[in-house]
Nanobody
Framework: QEQLVESGGGEVQVGGSLRLSCSAS????????IGWFRQAPGKEREFVAG????????YYGDSVKGRFTISRDNAKFAVYLQMNSLTPEDTAVYYC??????????????????WGQGTQVTVSS
């Protein structure tokens, strides 16, 4: 069974950068869109970014446009999220997920059927 594992989280100061990685255990993920979501305490899970299997199409949530960049390396079964100019509002647990359903919108978490365990990102002022 395929698994997704996030890494790269940690604590960083305002304005700093982090690079998150999402590693898959099988090449199955190469055939699907991979998304990054985040969830802060007391808030709903929020779409952050997504990348299609061919890497030619990427999507970003409004709150991270211009600051975050998603990329993937199918040879390594990996997807990355480069996060720059971080603010305290970016503090959350970040999850990567594989889109398994194509019946709705890419930013809906219900479209994704395989999730990692999450990695904590904390931005301190």
């Amino acid at each position: 069974q395929e698994q997704l594992v996030e890494s790269g989280g940690g604590e960083v100061q305002v304005g700093g950068s982090l690079r998150l990685s999402c590693s898959a255990s099988t090449p199955t993920s190469n055939r699907n869109t991979i998304g990054w979501f985040r969830q802060a305490p007391g808030k709903e899970r929020e779409f952050v970014a997504g990348i299609m299997e061919n890497s030619l199409t990427t999507y970003y949530g409004d709150s991270v446009k211009g600051r975050f960049t998603i990329s993937r390396d199918n040879a390594k079964f990996a997807v990355y999220l480069q996060m720059n100019s971080l603010t305290p509002e970016d503090t959350a647990v970040y999850y990567c997920a594989e889109r398994r359903y194509y019946s709705g919108n890419y930013w809906w978490s219900s479209e994704y059927g395989q999730w990692g365990q999450g990695t904590q990102v904390t931005v301190s002022s």
